[in-house]
């Protein structure tokens, strides 16, 4: 009788022991991970009883919280509506939180240690507590102007203070109203979603950051990089043909267009100016893979590594190259080679920063609900891509590119602005995607832009990066270099 009471008795001790030990895990252990999913209802329905921090640009809101006079005390809002939606994202009541919104979710809805001491006041006194607020780094006239640029294009925007690495304007298009996704109906919520997800233009996506295209004619500056770090100068006469097949392969490689360089040699300024991919193709197999990866590692490519902006930004690589054909065709930015556009914006940065590349970030500060500063992002250098001499030279050889060869649009007079266009082929039956990366410099300010637009380009000619892309770059630059911000 008392031998089956104690199996009993041990078999409940055992399941009263396991349900204290899950219970521990979940919370000691799953704790953070479960509070932060942005499925987590539970936490949000909490959070909706406190009023949610700002997210700022420029001293005015693009994402607020107000008050309601329904069950859910407040409303999150966003004025900045689809110019700023890729970044700030969207705080839903079902589907969580995506951008900066989850990103900076702990210190907006307030639960950051740093805001401890105003939650324990706000307990003590009986007030409401506050979430905190997030500044941004985004200049508002260059994110204007980078999206009034795009238009209803596909594309993404760019632009950095290369010396601090702050991200002034980053535009992703098509774009959406995070309104909808963020209102306190159900219903209206799904519809609002389902209809985004099921887009095929794919608005929900963050280009600048998530999106990885092959870069054409702009990577020809990291074979540059990597041939003046071996040795050449602008001056150096590459092999210049009209085709160029490389070894292992009957397939010619021509410039597009099928276009001359008008000698059998040319110097490298002039073939990164008038961008012959013959010259670069052959000079990337001259220089063999080991230095395009060394060269294109120090600017960020190809390491592995994800950056955090806080938002994380996808890695850029090289892809394979298994053999010479393919070491020609990736030194021409086509093949396995695949930039985001944030990425491609760091290239001009480090030349522009005399070949420092520093982390670049969205976060400014972060502010109590009194505006009290709690903390500030402090600049950071990532690596050193080139050396001062080189960022010099390759400086001198895309000014070229803007003065004289397929980057004419990019020109602001007055200002010395040096750059580089791409035409990328994409996918059969396609038309290439078109680039302009560059940096300007005026009165002691400086800013580096990316720029693509999607089969923005002209299968037939080089010059439509210049054409559709250097223009959008050209007006972001000005407007950093002239307003008050970045």
């Known amino acids: 009788m008392n031998r089956p009471i104690r199996r009993v008795a041990l078999a409940m001790l055992v399941l009263f022991g396991l349900l204290i030990a899950n219970a521990n895990y979940v919370q ?22 406190r009023q949610r921090g700002t997210i700022v640009v420029d001293g005015r809101p693009v994402a607020e919280s107000v008050p309601t006079d329904d069950k859910l ?26 951008g900066i919104e989850q990103a900076e979710n702990d210190f907006l809805s307030g639960n950051d240690n740093r805001l401890f001491t105003r939650r324990l006041s706000a307990l003590l006194t009986g007030r409401d507590p506050r979430g905190g607020n997030v500044v941004l780094t985004l200049n508002q006239q260059a994110q204007a102007t980078a999206v009034r640029g795009l238009g ?24 959406y109203d995070p309104n909808p996704i963020s209102s306190h109906d159900p219903s209206s919520i799904r519809a609002a979603y389902n209809k985004l997800a099921n ?17 054409g ?16 100068n602008p001056d150096t006469l590459l092999d210049c043909p009209q085709a160029y097949t490389p070894p292992g392969t009957r397939t010619a490689l021509h ?19 008038n961008s012959y991919n013959t010259a670069f193709a052959k000079l990337g197999v001259d220089l063999g893979q080991s230095a395009i990866r060394s060269a294109a590692a120090g600017f960020g490519i190809g390491t592995g590594d994800a950056l955090q902006t806080p938002l994380r930004v996808s890695p850029s690589s090289l892809g394979d190259i298994p053999d010479t ?42 502010e109590a609900p009194d505006l009290t500063v709690l903390d500030t992002t402090q600049p950071k250098e990532l690596s050193t891509a080139v050396s001062p001499e080189v960022a010099g030279q390759l400086t001198q050889m895309m000014r070229s590119v803007v003065q004289r060869g397929t980057g ?79």
């Open 255 to 273: 410039n597009f267009g099928n276009e001359s360089c008008g000698a059998s040699k040319v110097t490298m300024q002039a073939a990164l100016t």
């Open 152 to 175: 209803d294009r596909a594309g993404a925007v760019v632009a950095i203070d290369p010396s601090t690495g702050k991200i002034l304007a980053m535009a992703s298009t098509p774009s």
């Open 28 to 49: 000691v252990f799953q704790g953070d991970k479960l509070r932060t999913d942005p499925g987590n209802t539970r936490v949000l329905l909490d959070e909706y009883e």
């Open 73 to 98: 005390k407040y409303l999150r809002r966003y004025p900045g509506g689809k110019t700023y939606a890729p970044v700030t994202g969207f705080y839903s009541l079902i589907y969580g939180a995506t």
């Open 408 to 486: 004419r649009k990019a020109q602001i007079p007055g200002v010395d602005v040096a750059g580089k266009t791409g035409t990328a082929e994409n996918a059969p039956d396609q038309a290439p995607h078109a680039w302009f990366i560059g940096f300007a410099h005026q009165n002691g300010k400086q800013v580096a832009v990316a720029v693509i637009i999607e089969h923005g380009g002209n299968s037939g000619s080089e010059t439509t990066g210049g054409e559709a892309a250097a223009p959008i770059a050209r007006d972001v630059m000005q407007a950093v270099l002239t307003s008050g911000g970045g």
């Open 325 to 366: 054909p393919a070491l020609a065709q990736s030194s021409i930015g086509q093949r396995d080679v695949a930039l985001t556009p944030l990425q491609a914006a760091m290239i001009a940065a480090a030349v522009s920063n005399n070949g420092v590349l520093m982390t670049p970030y969205l976060v400014d500060r972060v």
């Open 199 to 215: 887009d095929p233009d794919d608005p929900l996506l963050n280009r600048a950051i998530n999106a990885r295209y092959p870069p």
């Open 217 to 232: 004619s702009a990577f020809k500056v990291i074979v540059a990089a990597a041939a003046l770090q071996n040795g050449r």
